[in-house]
């Protein structure tokens, strides 16, 4: 069809409407049905969208509709049905095509429909127009809501659709070549809506309440009129310059007239006093050209300074994807009539509308009720009405509802979700990138306006700015935004007025947060850390010999530990056998199938019970059919069926193999099911924030924008330089910026004729190569690293000196070594030997080789398939079997001490052959010796828990726990190290048996101050780490406890709250915690507490001596340890003296009193006591939940770290002193005594 014609049918259709005869409008009797047709006939257009153009071809809009509405508006159907066509008509182009077109062809048309909308935007700039439009809607918002029709709303929003269809329009470049303050079309337009009073209406829909539904198309048509606008323009709009505007201009002016000056001056310099036709010939020494021979240069000298090898050559195309991202188009600036009414338009709009408006189109958003991208007008409203209200005389109170961390958070997560959709939609990227643009612009609008508030002399506002401020640096996702931007930033994508915005935003925000850290001394922030713990996969099953002579030695064992049991099962072995899995969606037959392989890798695993109890849970459920035996089976045929069952071939269903795309999928699944976020509070550091800007990818994006240096505005220089000298001279980086490309720059600045207008970025270029030159004289190999950018690593090498060649590599292994090893481990590896790597450390002939490195090269030489066969094995975990003279001898332990307090812990202590805890307490479960694990724990007297007690305990006792070494410690470790993890959770099952009772947990909880460890030296160990900040905050949160419990007279757990990094730092460190158990700290109970605590039930004068014990003075007598547990930081020591004297005094009496009634029988056994090993057993049921699950990590990840360490044994004998501080819960003298009573008591029995 040919578009410059029209169609019949529509030039039938348009000549029946009426026609224009001069300015009158003569409709025709069929104008209304008319209308209707070229609405369906709009309907129905093709792609190429041929009914529109045509239409706008026969300016259809500008000859009958126009003048049909403005002449015949009485009309209601008429002027309804007029207003549904034009703003069919008037929709932007892109929503007809849906995209700008690539094909030549549509394109075609795509601008053909632009071209239109032009010449209907220049229709609709008349006041009659929008005079009938603001008369019609002025009509329709007097009827109330009761009134009102369905047809009035709908006539209300298409009223409110053609406004914004029109304002949408954009400008024609070609047509509109107008200067500034010249009214173009858009401006003719405004003031066409200004002159009929639709910005009466306009605002009016923004702040009546009962027309909120309005809110999304009002801020649309607000945001379209302000389209070419500034908030710095309007402000200034009728008003005289500024004293800084003046300046500011006549900078500009003396910059361009020094670069005038320099250019003539250069012009006067090239012109000789002789003229020459000939330039002459010259060879350039040193310049070779394309053979090995000096270039010849053709020209005038003068010239010679612009000389390159690329003169001639043809320019590389780049190829689109590198080009850089194209700038928006220019604002101008409109005529001054149109500034001052939309100045006036803003006030209005800020003081009556602005908050109401914001709030309902928020709203919206947030559910959801909105059109795909709307959140562009609330972005682009905030920062332009936020600016200008910041510009004209600020008030808070008109921005209130967009100032607050809802905002900064709703912008925060906008900007992450474009820049996510500008990586993942790329056809878009430019779409999405210019969103971003607007919610970057936003956001510096927000920092923008705190700083304005936190100059504001009313304090409330100042207030309400500081806890703005706090939460905008407390939180990490507000404090590194601008440190993601800036390593995100992709010029191919984002325009350089986003840079140049993010750059000015960056310096903005860092200026405030420097300011805000001067005044506070320890600013806690919040540290987010995302751990990914690594996905295991499916454990590999242990493949299981199978020969005949393996299954008949594997039944002898089963056989003889199942008629030594008797056949009788523990009851929790039978509770957690179930063979039955209800919500399984395997069929009932495959899962009895499955309980019968179930039974079978039990017996082949050698555990003969729990096979046993296996076969009679599956014989409960499927009874049918005597698969599983009969329901009065004998233990006799029991075992028979067991023996059958182990020599029976069972089908073994094999995983399916899963599809590649599936795996990947199920990779990422659980990678993101895995993923944990740890937060965590940490004290802030300015200078080691600004550290993490000293980066190639971070000083990359600053000179990209300092090289349009020339066009930049002053304070975007200032912005670049100041944060290249944060990192130059605060940081002392400056090797950050030995570049070629960056001296190259430096070399345009300094040579630029107007460089006096640069003088900031001057002498910031002279530090920075003077700082070079100096480093090169030292570093000959500075001239090569200005080749390459450098990191953080490569700026110390190049600045303090390289490593030496191999220094950091993992040793080598030579070939006679590899031969040693191989033939040491092939001797070796076939005896039984516990541990093979230590075995052959000490036979190389290379002494300083270790584990790790040994491990790893057996690795390497293929001589072990994996480093976890030759991981060190714990003390007590392989012994599986029982033999019949160990499991008499248990028999006899337990006979003999079946009545003591202690049974479990003393039949460990008697065992020969040791064993873990749950291992023992299983063999009394099945020999049928206890019935329950309760009979197994240890028995607490009154007296007993009397003695533990801190109020019964002398200040001798609890310095001489403070100050001296037990000598029974090394046992206790070593027996503490023999408990597995097995052991672990039976103590964690005793614990929560035992938290039932209170009387005893609250007694037991301050038994932890009397310790036997040697304070002093592990004062001056952690000392020597560095740890003295963290001792010394210790010491003053035990002495503040201790005033405030002398003060109030009132005990209560006191929290360990650290508040510096070194603190936080020290309370995860082991020799720490060791430190905190012996002065009778609490770890956190469970999962709900946080922190350490100082138990209620220490008295002050402990407390006082504990923190005395914190800084041992080397010119004290160390014995006198009564003088130093009475000294006290108070202000009355004199009172204090006496007071602890008669303390002192009443416990001694006490203590004489209680030795002289155990005299007769303590005398021959207190020696022997003394040194008695009893911490293994007594401590275990007295742990609390929090210093359990601590121990039990440190404990498991130093095994883990065994093959990898290489002074394992420290590393082990550290790990043991974790597990005794952690098990010891009563102090060392009482423990003594009441021991060496028992013991005694036992004798005088036998």
């Given at each position: 069809?040919?578009?410059?014609?029209?169609?019949?049918?529509?030039?039938?259709?348009?000549?029946?409407?009426?026609?224009?005869?001069?300015?009158?409008?003569?409709?025709?009797?069929?104008?209304?049905?008319?209308?209707?047709?070229?609405?369906?006939?709009?309907?129905?257009?093709?792609?190429?969208?041929?009914?529109?153009?045509?239409?706008?071809?026969?300016q259809i809009?500008?000859?009958?509709?126009?003048?049909i509405?403005?002449?015949h508006g009485?009309?209601?159907?008429?002027?309804?049905?007029?207003?549904?066509?034009?703003?069919?008509?008037?929709?932007?182009?892109?929503?007809?095509f849906?995209k700008?077109?690539?094909?030549?062809?549509?394109?075609?048309?795509?601008?053909?429909?632009?071209?239109?909308?032009?010449?209907?935007?220049?229709?609709?700039?008349?006041?009659?127009?929008f005079?009938?439009?603001?008369?019609?809607?002025?009509?329709?918002?007097?009827?109330?809501?009761?009134?009102?029709?369905e047809?009035?709303?709908?006539?209300?929003?298409?009223?409110?659709?053609?406004?914004?269809?029109?304002?949408?329009?954009?400008?024609?470049p070609?047509?509109?070549?107008?200067?500034?303050?010249?009214?173009?079309?858009?401006?003719?337009?405004?003031?066409?809506?200004?002159?009929?009073?639709?910005?009466?209406?306009?605002?009016?829909?923004?702040?009546?309440?009962?027309?909120?539904?309005?809110?999304?198309h009002?801020?649309?048509?607000?945001?379209?009129?302000?389209?070419?606008?500034?908030?710095?323009?309007?402000?200034s709009?009728?008003?005289?310059?500024?004293?800084?505007?003046?300046?500011?201009?006549?900078?500009?002016?003396?910059?361009?007239?020094q670069?005038?000056?320099?250019?003539?001056?250069?012009?006067?310099?090239?012109?000789?006093?002789?003229?020459?036709?000939?330039?002459?010939?010259y060879?350039?020494?040193?310049?070779?050209?394309?053979?090995?021979?000096?270039?010849?240069?053709?020209?005038?000298?003068?010239n010679?300074?612009?000389?390159?090898?690329?003169?001639?050559?043809?320019?590389?195309?780049?190829?689109?994807?590198?080009?850089?991202?194209?700038?928006?188009?220019?604002?101008?600036?409109?005529?001054?009539?149109?500034?001052?009414f939309?100045?006036?338009?803003?006030?209005?709009?800020?003081?009556?509308?602005?908050?109401r408006l914001?709030?309902?189109v928020?709203e919206s958003?947030i559910?959801?009720h909105?059109?795909?991208?709307d959140e562009s007008?609330y972005?682009?409203?905030l920062?332009?009405?936020?600016?200008?209200?910041?510009?004209?005389?600020?008030?808070?109170?008109?921005?209130?509802?967009?100032?607050?961390?809802?905002?900064?958070?709703?912008?925060?997560?906008?900007?992450?979700?474009y820049?996510?959709?500008?990586?993942?939609?790329?056809?878009?990227?430019?779409?999405?990138?210019?969103?971003?643009?607007?919610?970057?612009?936003?956001?510096?609008?927000?920092?923008?306006?705190?700083?304005?508030m936190?100059?504001?002399?009313?304090?409330?506002?100042?207030?309400?700015?500081n806890?703005?401020?706090?939460?905008?640096?407390?939180?990490?996702?507000?404090?590194?935004?601008?440190?993601t931007?800036l390593?995100?930033?992709?010029?191919?994508?984002?325009?350089?007025?986003?840079?140049?915005?993010?750059?000015?935003?960056?310096?903005?925000?860092?200026?405030?947060?420097?300011?805000?850290?001067?005044?506070?001394?320890?600013l806690?922030?919040?540290?987010?850390k995302?751990?990914?713990?690594?996905?295991?996969?499916?454990?590999?099953?242990?493949?299981?010999e199978?020969?005949?002579?393996?299954?008949?030695?594997?039944?002898?064992?089963?056989?003889?530990?199942?008629?030594?049991?008797?056949?009788?099962?523990?009851?929790?072995?039978?509770?957690?056998?179930?063979?039955?899995?209800?919500?399984?969606?395997?069929?009932?037959?495959?899962?009895?199938?499955e309980?019968?392989v179930?039974?079978?890798?039990?017996?082949?695993?050698?555990?003969?019970?729990?096979?046993?109890?296996?076969?009679r849970?599956?014989?409960?459920?499927?009874?049918?059919?005597?698969?599983?035996?009969?329901?009065?089976?004998?233990?006799?045929e029991?075992?028979?069926?067991?023996?059958?069952?182990?020599?029976?071939?069972l089908?073994?269903?094999?995983?399916?193999?899963p599809?590649?795309?599936?795996?990947?999928d199920g990779?990422?699944?659980?990678?993101?099911?895995?993923?944990?976020?740890?937060?965590?509070?940490?004290?802030?550091?300015?200078?080691?924030?600004?550290?993490?800007?000293?980066?190639?990818?971070?000083?990359r994006?600053?000179?990209?924008?300092l090289?349009?240096?020339?066009?930049n505005?002053p304070?975007?220089?200032?912005?670049?330089?100041?944060?290249?000298?944060?990192?130059?001279?605060?940081?002392?980086?400056?090797?950050?910026?030995?570049?070629?490309?960056?001296?190259?720059?430096?070399?345009?600045?300094?040579?630029?004729?107007?460089?006096?207008?640069?003088?900031?970025?001057?002498?910031?270029?002279?530090?920075?190569?003077n700082?070079?030159?100096?480093?090169?004289?030292?570093?000959?190999?500075?001239?090569?690293?200005?080749?390459?950018?450098?990191?953080?690593?490569?700026?110390?090498?190049?600045?303090?000196?390289?490593?030496?060649?191999?220094?950091?590599?993992?040793?080598t292994?030579?070939?006679?070594?590899?031969?040693?090893?191989?033939?040491?481990?092939?001797?070796?590896?076939n005896?039984?030997?516990?541990?093979i790597v230590?075995?052959?450390?000490?036979?190389?002939?290379?002494?300083?080789?270790?584990r790790?490195?040994?491990?790893t090269?057996?690795?390497?030489?293929?001589?072990v398939?994996?480093?976890?066969?030759?991981?060190?094995?714990?003390?007590?975990?392989?012994?599986?079997?029982?033999t019949?003279?160990?499991?008499?001898?248990?028999?006899?332990?337990?006979?003999?001490?079946?009545?003591?307090?202690?049974?479990?812990?003393?039949?460990?202590?008697k065992?020969?052959?040791?064993?873990s805890?749950?291992?023992?307490?299983?063999?009394?479960?099945?020999?049928?010796?206890?019935?329950?694990?309760?009979?197994?724990?240890?028995?607490?007297?009154?007296k007993?828990?009397?003695?533990?007690?801190?109020?019964?305990?002398?200040?001798?006792?609890?310095?001489?726990g403070?100050?001296?070494?037990?000598?029974?410690?090394?046992?206790?470790?070593?027996?503490?190290?023999?408990?597995?993890?097995?052991?672990e959770e039976?103590?964690?099952?005793?614990?929560?048996?035992?938290?039932?009772?209170?009387i005893?947990?609250?007694?037991?909880?301050?038994?932890?101050?009397e310790?036997?460890?040697?304070?002093?030296?592990?004062?001056?160990?952690?000392?020597?780490?560095?740890?003295?900040?963290?001792?010394?905050?210790?010491?003053?949160?035990?002495?503040r406890t201790?005033?405030?419990?002398?003060?109030?007279?009132?005990s209560?757990?006191?929290?360990?709250?650290?508040?510096?990094?070194?603190?936080?730092?020290?309370?995860?460190?082991?020799?720490?915690?060791?430190?905190?158990?012996?002065?009778?700290?609490?770890?956190?109970?469970d999962?709900?507490?946080?922190?350490?605590?100082?138990?209620?039930?220490?008295?002050?004068?402990?407390l006082?001596?504990?923190?005395?014990?914190?800084?041992?003075?080397?010119?004290e007598?160390?014995?006198?340890k009564?003088?130093?547990?009475?000294?006290?930081?108070?202000?009355?020591?004199?009172?204090?003296?006496?007071?602890?004297?008669?303390?002192?005094?009443q416990?001694l009496?006490?203590?004489?009193?209680?030795?002289?009634?155990?005299?007769?029988?303590?005398?021959?056994?207190?020696?022997?006591?003394?040194?008695?090993?009893?911490?293994?057993?007594?401590?275990?049921?007295?742990?609390?939940?929090g210093?359990?699950?601590?121990?039990?990590?440190?404990?498991?990840?130093?095994l883990?770290?065994?093959?990898?360490?290489?002074?394992?044994?420290?590393?082990?004998?550290?790990?043991?002193?974790?597990?005794d501080?952690?098990?010891?819960?009563?102090?060392?003298?009482?423990?003594?005594?009441?021991?060496?009573?028992?013991?005694?008591?036992?004798?005088?029995?036998?």
């Open positions: 069809m040919d578009l410059l014609r029209m169609n019949c049918e529509l030039l039938a259709t348009c000549s029946a409407l009426g026609y224009l005869e001069g300015d009158t409008y003569h409709k025709e009797i069929d104008c209304l049905e008319s209308v209707k047709d070229l609405i369906r006939y709009l309907r129905h257009e093709d792609d190429t969208r041929d009914v529109r153009q045509q239409l706008g071809a026969g809009v500008q000859n009958d509709l126009l003048p509405i403005i002449q009485q009309d209601k159907a008429l002027f309804d049905a007029c207003i549904r066509l034009m703003v069919n008509l008037t929709q932007p182009a892109m929503l007809c849906g700008v077109p690539d094909d030549p062809a549509f394109r075609h048309h795509f601008m053909q429909v632009t071209s239109h909308l032009q010449a209907y935007k220049e229709a609709f700039a008349s006041e009659r127009v005079g009938i439009l603001s008369e019609i809607l002025y009509n329709l918002l007097q009827l109330d809501w009761e009134q009102r029709q047809e009035d709303n709908l006539l209300i929003e298409r009223i409110l659709l053609l406004v914004r269809n029109v304002l949408h329009v954009p400008a024609d070609c047509e509109e070549k107008k200067v500034d303050d010249d009214a173009s079309i858009h401006d003719r337009l405004l003031w066409a809506i200004h002159m009929s009073g639709f910005d009466d209406l306009v605002k009016f829909l923004a702040s009546a309440q009962s027309e909120q539904q309005w809110s999304m009002v801020l649309e048509i607000i945001s379209l009129m302000f389209r070419d606008q500034t908030p710095e323009a309007l402000v709009a009728g008003q005289a310059r500024s004293a800084e505007e003046k300046q500011r201009d006549a900078q500009e002016l003396e910059a361009l007239r670069k005038e000056q320099a250019e003539k001056r250069s012009r006067t310099l090239q012109r000789g006093t002789r003229h020459s036709r000939f330039g002459g010939s060879v350039v020494q040193g310049l070779k050209s394309v053979g090995d021979k000096d270039v010849i240069y053709h020209r005038n000298l003068h010679f300074k612009n000389y390159t090898h690329d003169t001639g050559k043809t320019v590389r195309r780049v190829p689109r994807r590198n080009r850089q991202a194209k700038e928006c188009k220019d604002k101008r600036r409109s005529a001054l009539n149109v500034r001052l939309l100045r006036e338009f803003c006030v209005d709009f800020l003081e009556n509308c602005y908050n914001m709030y309902l928020k958003l559910r959801e909105t059109q795909e991208h007008y972005l682009w409203a920062s332009f009405f936020m600016a200008f209200n910041r510009g004209n005389g600020f008030r808070a109170d008109l921005v209130s509802e967009t100032m607050s961390i809802r905002a900064f958070h709703f912008i925060e997560r906008n900007i992450t979700n820049y996510e959709m500008m990586l993942t939609d790329r056809k878009e990227a430019t779409s999405w990138s210019r969103r971003m643009h607007l919610a970057l612009k936003a956001y510096q609008e927000l920092l923008l306006t705190v700083n304005e936190d100059r504001s002399q009313d304090e409330s506002i100042h207030q309400s700015c806890v703005i401020k706090s939460n905008i640096f407390y939180l990490m996702e507000y404090r590194e935004i601008f440190l931007l390593r995100k930033f992709d010029e191919t994508r984002q325009p350089h007025s986003y840079l140049k915005d993010l750059v000015e935003s960056t310096h903005l925000f860092l200026r405030m947060l420097e300011r805000f850290c001067k005044g506070r001394k320890n806690m922030v919040q540290r987010k995302v751990k990914r713990k690594k996905s295991r996969g499916a454990k590999k099953t242990p493949s299981l199978t020969s005949p002579e393996a299954l008949a030695e594997t039944w002898k064992i089963v056989e003889e530990e199942l008629k030594t049991s008797g056949f009788q099962l523990s009851e929790s072995l039978t509770e957690s056998m179930v063979p039955f899995d209800a919500t399984s969606e395997t069929p009932v037959e495959e899962q009895r199938t309980a019968m179930r039974v079978q890798d039990a017996l082949l695993a050698r555990l003969g019970p729990e096979a046993l109890g296996l076969l849970a599956a014989r409960e459920v499927w009874p049918d059919g005597d698969v599983f035996g009969s329901a009065d089976v004998e233990p006799e029991e075992l028979e069926l067991l023996k059958q069952i182990l020599h029976a071939n089908p073994r269903s094999s995983p399916p193999e599809v590649v795309e599936e795996d990947d990779i990422e699944l659980e990678e993101e099911e895995l993923e944990s976020v740890q937060v965590a509070e940490t004290e802030f550091n300015f200078l080691d924030f600004i550290k993490r800007f000293a980066s190639p990818n971070i000083v994006p600053y000179l990209l924008l090289k349009s240096y020339s066009k505005t304070h975007t220089n200032h912005c670049i330089a100041r944060m290249l000298h944060r990192l130059a001279v605060d940081l002392k980086m400056d090797a950050l910026l030995f570049q070629l490309s960056v001296f190259n720059l430096f070399n345009k600045i300094l040579s630029d004729p107007a460089a006096a207008a640069y003088r900031e970025l001057m002498t910031f270029a002279k530090y920075v190569l700082r070079f030159f100096s480093l090169a004289a030292q570093n000959k190999k500075a001239y090569v690293e200005l080749l390459f950018w450098k990191n953080v690593g490569a700026v110390r090498e190049m600045t303090e000196g390289y490593s030496k060649e191999g220094e950091g590599k993992k040793p292994w030579t070939e006679e070594e590899e031969e040693e090893l191989r033939k040491l481990y092939e001797e070796h590896r005896s039984e030997v516990p541990d230590e075995t052959l450390l000490p036979l190389l002939s290379n002494s300083t080789r270790t790790r490195q040994v491990v090269q057996l690795v390497h030489m293929g001589l398939d994996n480093a976890k066969e030759l991981k060190k094995q714990k003390k007590g975990t392989q012994i599986v079997l029982w019949e003279e160990q499991e008499q001898e248990l028999q006899m332990l337990f006979e003999e001490y079946k009545d003591s307090e202690d049974v479990l812990g003393n039949i460990l202590k065992l020969t052959a040791k064993r805890r749950a291992r023992v307490v299983d063999k009394l479960l099945s020999m049928g010796m206890v019935s329950e694990r309760r009979e197994l724990y240890k028995k607490r007297s009154r007993a828990q009397g003695k533990s007690s801190g109020k019964g305990m002398t200040e001798e006792e609890f310095l001489a403070l100050t001296q070494g037990s000598p029974d410690d090394s046992v206790d470790r070593d027996d503490e190290e023999d408990e597995s993890e097995e052991s039976e103590d964690e099952e005793h614990e929560r048996e035992e938290s039932q009772n209170g005893r947990r609250s007694q037991s909880m301050h038994s932890t101050v310790r036997r460890a040697d304070v002093g030296t592990m004062v001056k160990a952690l000392q020597q780490e560095g740890m003295s900040g963290p001792l010394l905050w210790l010491q003053n949160c035990l002495n201790a005033n405030d419990r002398e003060k109030d007279d009132l209560q757990p006191v929290p360990l709250v650290p508040l510096s990094e070194a603190s936080e730092d020290a309370m995860d460190n082991k020799s720490f915690q060791r430190l905190l158990r012996k002065l009778g700290m609490r770890a956190p109970a999962e709900q507490e946080s922190f350490w605590r100082i138990p209620a039930k220490i008295s002050a004068l402990q006082r001596s504990a923190a005395a014990a914190l800084s041992p003075r080397e010119d007598p160390k014995g006198d009564e003088q130093d547990g009475s000294r006290s930081p108070t202000a009355e020591p004199q009172e204090e003296e006496e007071v602890s004297g008669e303390q002192r005094a416990a009496r006490a203590l004489l009193l209680a030795r002289e009634r155990k005299h007769h029988t303590s005398e021959h056994t207190a020696p022997v006591s003394d040194f008695t090993p009893i911490e293994d057993t007594e401590s275990t049921a007295e742990r609390s939940r210093p359990k699950t601590s121990a039990k990590r440190s404990r498991s990840r130093v883990d770290d065994d093959e990898d360490d290489e002074d394992d044994s420290t590393t082990a004998m550290d790990m043991n002193g974790d597990a501080s952690d098990g010891e819960n009563t102090s060392a003298p009482v423990k003594r005594r009441r021991k060496m009573v028992l013991i005694d008591e036992e004798e005088d029995e036998d």
